[in-house]
């Protein structure tokens, strides 16, 4: 199982508009990928580490897939779609990690 993780860092001034995000752009991704996509999770940033610190992710999502070669093919074919909805909902630029889910 893998986990693809797309971070949107926290910046004073940028824009994240979470309804969208939640109910137009997440059920998009789930109706393009289809099956492949085993599990999305959305996680909204309140704070950091420490008391009093800011948060340094605004929202981080987790698609899971059973492989690296599952997300490519799944969401090579989509990608135009799905990055081309990014400035409907934000403008910042996300960063994307693919892990290895070990436990």
């Known amino acids: 199982m893998i986990k693809v993780g797309v971070f949107y860092p926290h910046s004073a001034g940028s824009k994240f508009d979470m309804k969208y995000y939640l109910e137009k752009h997440i059920p998009m991704i789930q109706q393009k990928i289809g099956p492949a996509l085993k599990k999305v999770t959305v996680d909204q940033g309140v704070a950091g580490g420490t008391p009093g ?3 340094m992710y605004r929202v ?5 897939f059973d492989s690296v070669e599952a997300f490519q093919t799944a969401f090579g074919a989509n990608a135009p779609q799905i990055m081309g909805d990014l400035p409907n909902y934000t403008d910042i630029q996300p960063i994307v990690q693919i892990s ?4």
């Open 53 to 55: 610190a800011t948060m």
């Open 60 to 64: 981080i999502c987790h698609l899971s």
């Open 100 to 103: 290895e889910v070990k436990m």
